[in-house]
C-alpha cells in the first residue's frame, strides 16, 4: 500500500493487490464484482469484473463489506476499458439543489 498525491492533490491510497468490493445499483436491481485499485477522500479507481453495458452508472452504491454495511455512494467520473474513476457523494448533495429549488415555487 502507497500513499501518493494525485493531480488534484488529494492523497490518493494505492493497493498493491486490490481490494475487492461490489458495485450495486441504487435501486439495488444489479450488482457487478470490481476491485478497488486506489482510493481518496474525494473517489476511486475500480477495475470492474465482466460488462457493465446496459447498467445504469451515473450513480450508483460501491459496497465496502460483505453484509453492505460499509459502503459509498459514487457517481461515473469516467471510463478507460474495465477501469472506471467514481467520485464519492456526500449525504445530502443532490437534496441541497433539489430542495433549493422547491422553495422559490
Sequence with gaps: MAVKADHRGNNRVVFERGISAQMMGIDGTWRRECTVEDVSDSGAKLTIDGSVEGLHLKEFFLLLSSTGLAYRRCELAWVNGDQIGV???????????ARSTAVGT
Excluded: A, I, T
Excluded at 88 to 95: A, M, N, S
Design 87 to 97: 467520485n464519492f457523494l456526500k449525504v445530502g448533495d443532490k437534496r441541497k439543489k
